[in-house]
């Protein structure tokens, strides 16, 4: 569905991505992993137009997305779950759904269906993003971006900093978005997450892609976690 | 006359200063806390607004309030287009880099003020006001207009707090303020609302220039004052902060009002930098501004 083609790209002079190739297909979870600078947010900031690829091609169901301007690339249904949240903070719970409903001109029906999948963001339409608790915050950039009613999900470390009864709802909401046919590609730098909800498992080094595998093919001692994230 | 009447008298003047400067630092609060560009030509577009409000009431025959009403309309648009022509040419151009858009914003204000001495002269002009009513106070008389300036920009000012709270237009404009990319990421056409926001900004000036220049006069050096004032403002407000500049426009013009009647006007510019000199110190992101 998502297909990454020989990708490069960076901030100025300094190319952080180079050639990358990845394909993310639909009701897949894509995981990719790397350590801390491997380019693995860039490669997502990349997909949304927000850092310039240099050279390859981002396709999206037959259009060519590295070209768009970034405000034009979640119209075509990619949504964002950027690293640390990115929520409008000083915006209520109910106006950050509604700027996710507003990218697609979705109305009513969606804004219920994903209150329905998190309920507890029900309860606090009123009350400032800003304040919520962290997991609630979390909920807040999922629904957020689900409001687009994706083809394409991207997490970037969504269970940064959270508790475990809070990481679990997140697994079942990625879970539960596979079976709707939904591409979902990960960031993800917990072994154990990543293999109970991924597919395949992209590994990044140095802004290469080192290596792809099944993720049914690895187990937490698998060497390619130690080579490519160091855990 | 006693004090009391004498007081009152002042407070009414401050409330016409206060109307005035938070209606213009209100323009300049929303492009810096949307676009987090410093505009140093703010005052060039309130000097703008004035001259045009000239034109337009010099091109309007018959009653005054015809030409009035005309010049509330028309120019602000004309300064609105202006700077969203200003900000599709040079700020847009700058990638709105703060440091550049100082200088660019400098670079500008001398643009307009060179124009206005070109196409209107160096003289100070007046425009007549909409009507000449004169309510009769018990203890002195006051002008009906200055009254009504306060009653419009407080509608004006409400009407953009509508806007900006109650619109989707509004709500857009809110959230490219809080995290540009983000909005990016969400279909926000953040150029566009860049351009949206300076226009409306600039207008925002204008609007206050024109409900002035019934008793200021309409002059091209005549910017340097609201643009002193209207950074004073924000600076107390807080940079960014609606609620804020209000607070301190009226806290400003009201001490203003009170202080030029009793003892001097230069006394009250040197209280207000003062108390902005106290501000920077003792609380720099302004008295409802948030840690940046």
Redesign the interface.
């Known amino acids: 569905m998502l297909e990454i083609s020989d990708l490069s790209g960076g901030y100025g002079a300094v190319e952080v991505l180079r050639g990358v190739t990845l394909t993310a297909r639909g009701g897949e979870v894509t995981c990719v992993m790397g350590r801390n600078g491997a380019g693995k947010t860039t490669m997502l900031r990349a997909i ?3 850092v310039r690829a240099s050279a390859g091609t981002i396709r999206l169901k037959g259009t060519e997305l590295q070209s768009l ?7 075509h249904g990619i949504g ?1 779950v ?1 690293q640390g949240r ?6 209520t719970v109910a ?1 950050n759904i ?3 409903l ?3 001109n979705h109305g009513a029906a969606t804004r219920d269906k994903v209150l329905d999948l998190f309920p507890r963001l029900r309860e606090r339409l009123d009350q400032r993003a800003g304040t919520l608790s962290g997991g609630e915050q979390q909920m807040l950039a999922i629904a ?1 971006a689900l409001c ?1 009613e994706p083809a394409v999900l991207l997490l970037d470390e969504p269970t940064e900093g959270l508790q475990p009864s809070m990481i679990a709802a997140i697994r079942d909401t990625v879970m539960l978005l596979k079976t709707t046919g939904v591409a979902t590609i990960l960031v993800e730098q917990r072994v154990d997450a990543v293999l109970s909800m991924a597919d395949q498992v992209a590994f990044l080094q140095n802004g290469i892609l080192a290596e792809t595998c099944a993720a049914a093919a690895l187990t937490p001692a698998s060497p390619q976690f130690q080579t490519y994230v160091g855990v | 006359m006693e004090f009391g009447p004498f007081l009152l008298l002042a407070l009414m003047e401050g409330m016409v200063m206060s109307a005035v400067l938070a209606l213009t630092a209100v323009g300049l609060s929303l492009v810096f806390g949307v676009m987090r560009v410093v505009n140093v030509a703010h005052g060039e577009f309130f000097m703008l607004g004035a001259v045009a409000a000239w034109f337009v009431t010099q091109a309007v025959p018959g009653h005054p309030a015809l030409g009035f009403a005309a010049a509330l309309l028309l120019a602000p648009l004309f300064v609105g287009a202006v700077a969203a022509l200003a900000d599709g040419l040079i700020l847009k151009r700058l990638n709105y880099d703060p440091e550049a858009t100082i200088v660019a914003t400098i670079g500008l204000s001398y643009i307009f003020q060179q124009a206005a001495l070109s196409f209107y002269g160096p003289d100070a002009r007046p425009v007549l006001a909409p009507f000449d009513l004169r309510l009769q106070l018990p203890w002195f008389g006051y002008s009906g207009y200055k009254i009504a300036v306060v009653i419009a920009a407080a509608l004006i000012l409400i009407g953009i707090w509508l806007f900006m709270t109650r619109s ?1 237009a509004g ?2 404009m ?2 490219t ?3 540009r ?10 150029d566009r609302v860049f351009a949206t926001v300076f226009a409306l900004g600039a207008a925002m000036a204008a609007m206050g220039a024109v409900l002035i220049v019934p008793i200021q006069q309409a002059h091209y050096l005549m910017g340097h004052d609201p643009l002193l004032l209207s950074f004073i403002v924000v600076i107390i407000g807080g940079l960014g902060s609606l609620r804020g500049t209000l607070v301190a426009a009226l806290l400003i013009g009201l001490s203003d009002g009170v202080i030029s009647v009793f003892f001097s006007p230069t006394l009250a510019k040197i209280l207000a930098t003062l108390f902005v000199a106290l501000v920077l110190v003792f609380r720099p992101q302004g008295l409802f501004g948030g840690q940046r």
């Open positions: 949304m137009g927000q301007p970034a405000h034009e690339v979640p119209r964002y950027p990115r929520l409008f903070s000083d915006l106006e509604t700027i996710g507003m990218t697609r957020r687009l | 989707r709500l857009v809110r959230a303020q809080a995290d990319d983000t909005a990016r990421a969400f279909g926000i056409n953040v």
